[in-house]
């Protein structure tokens, strides 16, 4: 009996069975290849590397930026490690990236501020950065180190050059030209809420922001006690500072109000009707207008809306009339 050629068969039965495994077994191009660590292997570049997974390949590209190896060039390697990959028709390039994070903008601000305090600087102040180029890509969670380095700081303008040096174990040291300004800054009282003309501003309405020492001009209010209390004289818009000027004493009388004249003396209190002539306020001196004899009079306008009338003879009499 001839059992070579059943045995043939089976053998090529199972070649021909086992064949798709084999073929899909074959390391496939991953699309897209983004790396994290410092260094690329096979491993990142292809699917299915099995043992040559971990081999490496060089460094990594920096992070945030990418490199580009031939096909042909990666094909040759990938067989010295036992992968058999042929780049298709359609493989013009292998494109490596490398994922990163980005320097955030306080970390940078906290580490100038302490090097500006450490040359002179007083107060409270904010930085303005004049550099252009403070977009730097980081290794994802890794620790980095940041060193202000010559620097160069004038008190009197707030003027200041340095450098700021980026170090950390995965990626090249990084130096950056920092050019700026530190401004002192003050705080200041604005309101939360737009206060319309004749509104009492209360406590609740105020909140304290701070803004750059040029831009406090000798009439914005740097004190709870000069604006609490007070009357808008005109609409004062929310978060903006207040003027002095833009508030005064709460206006007790109005023009053209009807009020009491008082007029005391030692012996008597005499009192009639008569019409303002202008706004007051508590203790200001004010015209108004006798109703009965309509002759205009000066008087102090007192805490309930009166005005009173100094004692004098004329002034009594004008009163009485």
Request: hydrophobic fraction near 40%.
């Amino acid at each position: 009996m001839n059992v070579k050629r059943p045995l043939q068969l089976i053998l090529c039965a199972a070649i021909v069975a086992g064949w798709p495994m084999l073929a899909a077994a074959a390391p496939q191009l991953r699309s897209p290849i983004i790396v994290e660590g410092p260094n690329l292997t096979l491993g990142h570049i292809f699917e299915d590397a099995g043992s040559a997974a971990d081999v490496r390949v060089g460094p990594s590209p920096e992070p945030g930026e990418r490199t580009v190896i031939r096909p042909g060039h990666l094909a040759r390697f990938a067989k010295q490690h036992g992968l058999s990959w042929t780049p298709g028709p359609a493989v013009n390039a292998v494109v490596i990236r490398r994922s990163s994070t980005r320097l955030a903008a306080q970390d940078v601000e906290a580490t100038l501020r302490q090097a500006l305090r450490d040359a002179g600087a007083r107060g409270h102040f904010d930085v303005e950065l004049r550099t252009r180029n403070l977009d730097v890509a980081l290794p994802l969670d890794s620790a980095f180190e940041l060193d202000v380095e010559r620097l160069s700081y004038d008190q009197e303008s707030g003027r200041f050059t340095a450098s700021l040096r980026v170090a950390g174990e995965d990626f090249a040291t990084k130096e950056i030209a920092l050019d700026g300004t530190a401004h002192s800054v003050l705080e200041v009282p604005v309101t939360t809420r737009s206060i319309a003309k004749g509104e009492i501003i209360d406590e609740t309405d105020v909140a304290w922001v701070e803004i750059r020492g040029r831009d406090v001009g000798r009439q914005t209010a740097t004190e709870l006690a000069q604006i609490v209390g007070q009357e808008a004289k005109r609409r004062i818009r929310s978060d903006t500072p207040v003027r002095v000027i833009d508030v005064w004493a709460p206006r007790l009388v109005r023009k053209g109000s009807l009020v009491n004249i008082i007029v005391e003396t030692r012996y008597m209190v005499l009192q009639t009707s008569g019409q303002a002539a202008e706004d007051g306020a508590l203790g200001d001196v004010v015209r108004v207008m006798n109703l009965k004899s309509r002759r205009t009079l000066q008087g102090i306008v007192s805490a309930n809306g009166e005005i009173s009338i100094p004692h004098n003879g004329a002034y009594q009499s004008t009163a009485a009339n």
